[in-house]
C-alpha cells in the first residue's frame, strides 16, 4: 500500500478565514512535505517534517503554519491567505533510510484550493 | 548552477510507439533522479528511479538512461498506449546527507498526448 490521502479535494476560501488541509499515510513512513504546485507548473517544496520535526521551511510566509499531530497525520493551517495562494497543495510522504534521504516519495492526490 | 530541466515541453505520439522524453541537469554532485507521471487532477506518480552508479534501468515498458557525461536522462515508453497521456516530470532528490528525508527539485515537465 502506496497510498497518501488529503482532504478535502477542494476548498474555497476568502481571504480572512482559517482553514486546513489534512494528510495521512499508514505506510510507517517518518518524513512527510507539503509542496505547492501552480497551474502547468511543477511541484515547489514548502515543509518537510521528519520524525514529526521540523526540518525544512522553505522560507513560507507565515500565513501557512504546518504541523505534524503523530506519524501519520500532517495538517497545513491556513490564515489570511492571498488570491495568489491559488494552488495544487500535495502531500507527500517517505520511508526513513539511510541513504541520504533517498527515499521514494510517495504524494497524494492533493487539494486544489480557491482563494478569493 | 544547480538546475533540473527538460528539452521539450510537449510531446504527441501514436498509440503503439515509443517515446522518449529527456532531462537536463547542471549539478554534476546529482546522484539520485526520479521520474513522476502526473495525470490531470492527481498528485505525481512514482514511475521509477536510477541512481548515479547505473546507467539504465527498465521497470514495465519504461527505460530510464543516465548519461553522466553529459547530465542527461531520459524516460522511455515502449508501446505508448492512451492512458500514458500526461505530464511526466524528471525530479532530483538532494536530501542532505546522513538525513531520513529527501528535498526534491523537478524539472519543468513534458506534457505527452497519445493519440489512438
Known amino acids: 500500500d502506496t497510498e497518501v490521502t488529503q482532504t478535502p479535494k477542494h476548498l474555497v476560501m476568502g481571504m480572512t478565514n482559517k482553514k486546513s488541509l489534512k494528510c495521512e499515510q499508514h505506510?510507517?513512513?517518518?518524513?512527510m512535505y507539503w509542496y505547492k504546485q501552480k497551474a502547468k507548473k511543477p511541484p515547489e517544496l514548502m515543509f518537510v517534517?521528519?520524525?514529526?520535526?521540523?526540518?525544512i521551511n522553505e522560507s513560507v510566509p507565515s500565513r501557512f503554519s504546518p504541523e505534524c499531530p503523530n506519524s501519520s497525520l500532517l495538517n497545513l493551517h491556513l490564515h489570511a491567505l492571498q488570491p495568489e495562494d491559488s494552488a495544487l497543495y500535495l502531500c507527500?510522504?517517505?520511508?526513513?533510510?539511510?541513504?541520504?534521504?533517498?527515499?521514494?516519495?510517495?504524494f497524494g492526490p492533493g487539494t486544489r484550493l480557491l482563494v478569493l | 548552477g544547480e538546475n533540473v530541466g527538460l528539452h521539450l515541453p510537449t510531446l504527441s505520439v501514436q498509440e503503439g510507439d515509443n517515446s522518449i522524453i529527456n532531462c537536463a541537469y547542471s549539478?554534476?554532485?546529482?546522484?539520485?533522479f526520479i521520474w513522476y507521471k502526473q495525470e490531470s487532477g492527481k498528485g505525481p506518480q512514482f514511475i521509477i528511479d536510477?541512481?548515479?552508479?547505473?546507467d539504465k534501468r527498465q521497470g514495465q515498458r519504461v527505460t530510464v538512461l543516465l548519461n553522466k557525461t553529459v547530465k542527461h536522462l531520459s524516460l522511455q515508453i515502449a508501446a505508448t498506449q492512451p492512458g500514458d497521456s500526461a505530464v511526466y516530470f524528471c525530479?532530483?532528490?538532494?536530501?542532505?546527507?546522513?538525513?531520513?528525508?529527501?528535498?526534491?527539485?523537478f524539472g519543468q515537465g513534458t506534457i505527452l498526448t497519445v493519440h489512438p
Open positions: 525530479a532530483e532528490n538532494r536530501g542532505p546527507g546522513g538525513t531520513s528525508y529527501g528535498k526534491l527539485t
Open positions: 517534517y521528519s520524525y514529526e520535526k521540523l526540518s
Open positions: 505506510m510507517g513512513h517518518r518524513a
Open positions: 507527500a510522504s517517505s520511508q526513513e533510510g539511510t541513504s541520504g534521504g533517498r527515499e521514494t516519495q510517495y
Open positions: 549539478n554534476s554532485a546529482s546522484d539520485y
Open positions: 536510477i541512481r548515479s552508479n547505473m
